[in-house]
């Protein structure tokens, strides 16, 4: 998540890119299909005929291997997939998952209760279905993107590839990957709400066999919430070697620093139990903080190490690993508002709560796969077998914050700076977890003639999970054993489209944060369950224009979210059923018109009567419809512009229905000017109407305001 200083003023961010003259302009690459050697034209898009066309050109990417573990056109994966790609992630000054998602259908940010990611995916929100490269990043933090080349959003359930997780869907970062292409990039932002950024990313071949890149990032910024603000820094060494012609190694290490103050908004008012509609957000001042910010606080270590290791044999056959070790140290504490105002005037107080958690977590996921093709009796098999280990080991420590009878506050002075004391309460966590997963799987890619594919697989997790309770010494234990398949068929009437049908399946057994608000119980063990449907066209209008389009039905069963009784803790739902329809444009319009967004409709609802909530009642946090679309228009070979809506139906803060946040259109817009091939210059404005609105929630009380207009502006230098 970004932060933007203070209330009013102008939010300014300067990014410096350079590259040496004899590589490729990343950006002008990204714009036009020209090099930096090319003196001509740099802004304005060309025409890049079939032949040419590289799996990301712009903003479309013609390849995917997260969807399948193998490098498949977009067009053959029955699955609906949206990539943020480098120039849109440079476009729109992307630098969290929330600014990455902003602009794809059927996905909407969460609070993620002002310390950790937190995304609602086709009506499924989920803190845990992150990866990088394929792998699990499995902690709850912000995720920056500094060395990111670029994000994959997967929508609907796939277990096969991704085993547990899966849910509603993926988020997929793909790193940067030193290789043979020397790059010289700096970047410098600065702003007048206090915000400083900088970042560099440095490539350069060894020689004939090794390859090196550095990619680093600092950040220190406020924010336009009241004594907010965010220190960060991140750094990630890559070196690739190639032993031979037929064998690669890719080694990375990262570590990454985070601290910010936890702001978890402002809380609703006029809410009336078992009244749908008679809550909204609290009528005040968007910078507004509720609680104590000294005392609210998160911080997060994380150093992680990966690698890939591939082989090609003469026979068509390859052998791959992927490994990710990682260790996070991450601590927050909030003082945050515990229930509605009383009244918006002075005679009004909102109720405080207040508590801590200290989460150390080692993870270490390995994926080991075998890829070989066949042709029999005229039918072409491209098959991907292997076996994916998984071991986790979590210490989870929480504490309530107990006010010594002073929890109230004033609502137009809601800070508080009164002291509170931590101590445990009888359900809160103290934990020793154990998770260890072991899966194998098998998948299929059959072309049975060349307008008729079919995409078959099915995975086997054996999910074990041990508990103990410090405080008690009582220790949980569950073993699952889990089945999903897939099934997709692909038919392509003409060569650039294909219609597809897809069945799927995945599971979310409990693992890690998910117990530290949830009581250990064996039920509360026992796996969410989802289950995909989804019917659609892919049509590359040209090579480099695509639109998608999708239909889908979600079941979801012994879902977490939110208990809107209680601030602090999360509750189990029976039954969930999301049924949606998606439709995307992305790519070039014109050689000089780039285009990217799509609109969704979402209508997510409660099977069953649970506490809080009646069947019928509409899942949090949801809007019905979602429209974004972010354009850029090149008029010279120096100037471009950009030009972006995103409108958001309303939406209810918790499962009780009763505060509803209002729907709202917001606009953004951008400036690119390029006085010389190696140096870029980009105004970015978010907010463009200075509109007031409420852009999430975590449950009634806990609601994040948008920010006000904010401007950035961005100097990229290449040498």
């Known amino acids: 998540m970004k932060f933007i200083a203070g209330t009013g003023g102008v939010y300014i961010a300067v990014t410096i890119l350079a590259i040496s003259s004899g590589m490729q302009t990343v950006w002008a690459q990204s714009s036009t299909g020209q090099s930096a050697s090319d003196n001509s034209a740099v802004l304005p898009a060309i025409n890049v005929s079939t032949d040419s066309i590289k799996p990301t050109d712009g903003y479309v990417t013609k390849e995917s291997f997260s969807a399948t573990r193998t490098d498949t056109p977009l067009r053959d994966v029955p699955q609906s997939i ?219 270590d994380a150093w992680s190490f990966n690698s890939l290791i591939e082989h090609s044999f003469n026979n068509n056959i390859k052998l791959r690993n992927r490994t990710r070790y990682a260790d996070y140290d991450k601590f927050y504490q909030n003082v945050y508002a515990g229930g509605q105002a009383t009244a918006e005037d002075a005679t009004g107080t909102v109720n405080l709560s207040a508590y801590n958690n200290a989460t150390r977590r080692k993870n270490l996921f390995t994926q080991t796969d075998l890829l070989f093709k066949l042709n029999t009796w005229g039918v072409d098999h491209e098959f991907m077998t292997g076996v994916e280990y998984g071991h986790q080991v979590t210490d989870n420590f929480r504490n309530t914050g107990l006010f010594n009878n002073v929890s109230k506050v004033s609502f137009l002075n809601p800070m508080s700076f009164v002291p509170v004391t931590f101590e445990q309460s009888v359900t809160d966590a103290d934990n020793h977890g154990v998770v260890e997963a072991v899966g194998v799987y098998a998948q299929d890619q059959i072309t049975i003639i060349p307008q008729l594919k079919a995409v078959l697989g099915i995975r086997y997790d054996n999910f074990d999970t041990t508990v103990h309770n410090n405080r008690n010494g009582d220790k949980v234990h569950s073993n699952d054993g889990l089945i999903s398949p897939r099934v997709g068929l692909i038919y392509k009437p003409i060569e650039p489209l294909s219609i597809y049908g897809n069945y799927s399946l995945a599971y979310v ?50 879902v977490i979210a939110a208990d809107p009784n209680d601030l602090s803790r999360t509750i189990l739902v029976d039954g969930q059923r999301t049924r949606g329809a998606e439709i995307g444009l992305m790519g070039r319009i014109t050689p000089h018109w780039s285009v990217m967004g799509g609109y969704g409709y979402t209508d997510a609802e409660i099977t069953k009567n649970i506490a809080g909530a009646d069947k019928g009642a509409a899942v949090a946090q949801v809007p019905k419809h979602t429209v974004a679309v972010w354009n850029r228009y090149d008029f010279t070979s120096y100037l471009g512009l950009g030009l972006g809506v995103i409108h958001r139906g309303s939406i209810y803060a918790a499962v009780d229905n009763t505060v509803l946040l209002p729907s709202y259109t917001r606009l953004d817009a951008a400036v690119f000017v390029q006085p ?22 975590h449950n009634n009380n806990n609601i994040m305001p948008g920010a006000p207009r904010i401007f950035r502006l961005t100097a990229m230098v290449n040498f």
């Not at 290490?253 to 809550?279: L, W």
């Not at 010389?676 to 929630?697: D, F, G």
């Open 82 to 300: 949206t990539v943020i790609t480098q120039d849109m992630i440079r476009d729109q000054s992307i630098q969290s998952i929330t600014e990455a998602v902003r602009y794809v259908p059927g996905i909407v940010p969460s609070q993620g209760e002002g310390h950790r990611d937190a995304v609602i995916i086709r009506g499924s929100s989920t803190t845990g279905d992150f990866f990088v490269d394929g792998l699990r990043d499995d902690v709850q933090y912000y995720r920056d993107l500094y060395n990111i080349d670029r994000v994959e959003v997967l929508k609907g359930s796939n277990g096969m590839i991704f085993g547990r997780g899966g849910a509603g869907g993926v988020i997929n970062r793909v790193t940067k990957e030193a290789d043979w292409q020397p790059v010289r990039a700096a970047t410098a932002e600065f702003g007048s709400y206090n915000h400083k950024r900088f970042t560099a990313d440095i490539g350069q071949p060894i020689n004939e066999i090794a390859a090196a890149r550095l990619n680093g990032v600092f950040e220190h910024s406020d924010s336009f919430r009241d004594n907010v603000d965010l220190k960060r820094w991140g750094i990630n060494p890559t070196v690739t070697l190639l032993p031979t012609d037929k064998t690669k190694i890719v080694l990375s290490g990262e570590y990454f620093y985070d601290r910010r103050v936890v702001d978890r908004g402002i809380p609703s008012f006029g809410t009336m139990a078992n009244v749908v509609n008679s809550g909204r957000p609290a009528d005040i001042d968007r910078s507004t903080f509720f609680g104590n910010p000294d005392d609210s606080h998160a911080r997060v």
């Open 509 to 558: 057994p409990r693992a890690g944060d998910q117990l530290s608000s949830l009581s250990v119980t064996n039920e509360a063990l026992k796996p969410e369950k989802f289950m995909n449907l989804e019917l659609g066209a892919k049509w590359d209008i040209r090579p480099d224009l695509a639109l998608t389009a999708a239909l889908y039905q979600l079941d979801r069963s012994n």
């Open 676 to 697: 010389h091939k190696n140096i870029r210059i980009q105004a970015n404005v978010e907010n463009l109407a200075n509109i007031e609105y409420a852009t999430s929630a």
